[in-house]
């Protein structure tokens, strides 16, 4: 099998059966353009259905009398949990043509769980692009690198990475 796509006109960037790909959305995508989403408020069956799915049934999400007398006071939630929501309000935020654009998750640097989430704690995520590297081989366009904090109703950082999104 060959490979239909030259850099035609030298400067980089990778043209398919002759179609220029710097018009996609990866290449609208500038250091610094930020989001915040929308809010989602954390149930108990969240923390439930998502124990059940991952097999994590730690006490310190799932037994009510024990965790009273604990440091938290109460149930905490997952911070998988609190991660995985947090993608899907970055999901959630993108137009139709930023989600028909991404071609796979590609990573997460520096993931901490800053603050514990409660059930009925209502969390928000704010992303801000840090950088963009093109790619001249296999697929997408190329990475973005986004600074990404979770927080909660209070504006408390409950989580922060460094996300990284395969873009077309």
């Given at each position: 099998m060959t490979d239909d796509r030259a850099d035609t006109d030298g400067d980089g960037s990778i043209e398919p059966n002759g179609e220029?790909?710097?018009t996609g959305v990866f290449h609208r995508i500038e250091e610094g353009d930020s989001y915040v989403t929308q809010g989602r408020t954390i149930t108990d069956a969240d923390v439930m259905n998502f124990a059940g799915v991952s097999g994590d049934f730690n006490?310190?999400?799932t037994d009510e009398e024990r965790m009273?007398?604990?440091?938290?006071?109460e149930r905490i939630v997952h911070g998988m949990f609190v991660l995985s929501a947090a993608t899907g309000l970055i999901w959630q935020n993108r137009t139709v043509e930023e989600r028909e654009a991404v071609v796979a998750f590609y990573g997460?640097?520096?993931l901490r769980f800053r603050a514990p989430v409660y059930i009925g704690d209502t969390i928000r995520v704010s992303m801000e692009v840090l950088e963009t590297e093109p790619r001249a081989d296999g697929p997408g366009s190329g990475t973005v690198?986004?600074?990404m904090n979770v927080e909660n109703?209070?504006?408390?950082?409950?989580?922060s990475c460094e996300m990284i999104s395969l873009l077309d």
């Open positions: 220029n790909t710097n006490h310190i999400h009273a007398d604990s440091m938290f006071g997460i640097d520096d690198r986004y600074a109703q209070d504006g408390e950082t409950v989580l």
